[in-house]
């Protein structure tokens, strides 16, 4: 007996943003940011100058879903988000609606720590 399952996936159209590597100066960039999702996951790839920066978030959980950062799929490491303020670059817990912030993600054993915010 055989058994057919259909996984779709799909991916959003590419947007202009700003990025930030946060390290040293953290100097907002320009950027092309490219998302998608399919059977379990959502994908976000930062794209900042000729770098890529691949942030992964599983959705088949109920409270805590395992995110993973990387500068390749090869390199992938388990990473927390946050918010920074866009004015401050401190970090808010609980964002207000009419606020604009940074969304990041930080490798929880790594140094990759990066942010982005739509345009």
Known sequence: MFVSI???AHENPDRKGQCLIVSGKNS???CVISSGGGAGGMYTILNINKKQYHIEESTMCEDDCGISL???LN?????????????TKKIVKEPKPSSTVWNCYKQVRGN???CYALR
Do not use: E, I, R, T
């Not at 390199?75 to 004015?87: E, G, I, N, T, V």
């Open 6 to 8: 259909s996984a779709f």
């Open 70 to 72: 990387g500068s390749d």
């Open 112 to 114: 990759l720590n990066v």
């Open 28 to 30: 907002p960039q320009p």
């Open 75 to 87: 390199h992938m490491k388990d990473a927390s988000h946050y918010y920074l303020d866009a004015k």
